[in-house]
């Protein structure tokens, strides 16, 4: 099991990407997974549904833009080395 | 019975910490000189001194003394910008509160990593709000011991697997990088789990990372009495490690993490702290599952 950094940063920008396409009212909805499904209580207790349903948003909020930037020089880069 | 335990170390780190020129001075000043910051600027007057003579002696041009002083201004400003940005990535002034460590402090707490079954209090003691630095309170995580720990690993993985006849010296650069990935994806999993579910603690990043590092110390045990005595000696010293490595992060972990009713051993019901008995549960048991992870296969 030789990990190397580089395998580090191909895991996080996969990873990364995965949570970026998972499509609001296509696919999470289905699930009741969808925005107005999130928050529920206002309490000191998000719960687990919750907090996960907030970190998805906020993933795809903010590293929307810098996917594109890095996913381009990623294929530039393997299209040139290989 | 926990609070007067704790009240005591709370006079004792007041008394000891008036010692300092003010609460924040980690590092003793063992240079030797009665008045230290003193004997720091006559050195420093003293070595330009004499790099100004010797400069008069080699060009008594003063054109060339005029570049020598602009040089020198250039790279101190140099110096100060890069120490300006590098504070603002890496947080230089609260990595020095984890290195600030001596001896006493070094010894006690691996003993604890080996043996943590006679230890009765695990409470961490504050300072005003600041948690005491590690050299007044064996119970402050460090991390000198991790780091001393990690490089300590990647020497005794190279020894191992010089006696299996596999050794080159990338390998040591392999094994270090192995290492290194599975200890960040395991920050980063702790880290994850503890935002899901919410537990309001004051446990920092690096806090993790140096909780994580501490499972080096049993690892590093494990191997060397696989080397020295055979397989099953490896087996039951990991066995050991593994054991006490398990209490002794239930018991650091459990008062961070678990509220205060719970921590005390009181049954509290509801899904909340059965969610974060668990999450202590499964961070603890990570552990065992880690240290034979990266070490069975350094033992043939």
């Known amino acids: 099991m030789a990990f190397t950094l580089y395998s580090l940063i191909q895991t996080a920008i996969l990873c990364t990407n995965a949570v970026a396409v998972l499509h609001e009212e296509r696919f999470l909805s289905k699930f009741g997974w969808g925005v ?4 529920g209580g206002f309490g000191d207790d998000p ?6 349903l907030t970190l998805i948003r906020s993933v795809r909020t903010v590293m929307r833009v810098p996917l594109i930037i890095v996913n381009t020089v990623c294929i530039v880069l393997l299209l040139l080395f290989g | 019975m926990d ?7 709370n006079m004792h780190m007041g008394n000891s910490s008036m010692d300092g020129t003010d609460g924040s001075q980690l590092f003793e000043d063992t240079s030797g000189v009665a008045a230290g910051p003193q004997a720091g600027y006559s050195n420093q007057q003293a070595g330009l001194q004499a790099a100004g003579f010797s400069g008069q002696s080699l060009l008594s041009d003063p054109m060339s003394n005029l570049a020598m002083a602009y040089g ?3 790279a ?3 110096r100060e910008m890069v120490d300006k940005n590098l504070d603002r990535f890496i947080p230089i002034s ?3 509160y984890y290195f600030a460590v001596d001896t006493v402090y070094v010894g006690k707490k691996l003993g604890l990593l080996v043996f943590p079954y006679m230890h009765e209090n695990w409470e961490v003691s504050y300072q005003q709000d600041t948690p005491v630095a590690p050299r007044f309170d064996v119970n402050a995580p460090d991390l000198y011991i991790p780091a001393m720990a990690f490089i300590t690993y990647i020497l005794v993985a190279g020894l191992a697997l010089g006696t299996q006849n596999k050794f080159s010296p990338e390998l040591l650069g392999v094994q270090a990088s192995s290492a290194l990935v599975w200890l960040i994806m395991e920050v980063l999993a702790v880290l994850l789990s503890l935002y899901l579910v919410t537990v309001n603690t004051d446990l920092t990043t690096i806090d993790l990372l140096a909780f994580s590092g501490y499972k080096y110390v049993g690892m590093i045990v494990g191997v060397v009495s696989g080397l020295l005595f055979g397989r099953p000696a490896y087996y039951l010293s990991l066995l050991w490690c593994c054991a006490a490595i398990f209490v002794f992060m239930i018991r650091t972990l459990r ?12 049954q509290v019901r509801g899904s909340r702290n059965q969610l974060r008995m668990y999450l202590t549960m499964s961070i603890a048991g990570a552990q065992p599952l880690f240290m034979f992870w990266l070490t069975y296969h350094l033992i043939r």
């Open chain 1, 36 to 39: 107005d499904q999130g928050v």
């Open chain 1, 47 to 52: 719960g687990v549904k919750a907090q996960i």
């Open chain 2, 3 to 9: 609070y007067t335990a704790t009240q005591k170390p």
């Open chain 2, 72 to 74: 020198s201004s250039l």
């Open chain 2, 76 to 78: 101190s400003q140099g």
């Open chain 2, 94 to 96: 609260k990595l020095k």
């Open chain 2, 255 to 266: 008062l961070k993490l678990l509220s205060e009713a719970a921590a005390e051993g009181r």
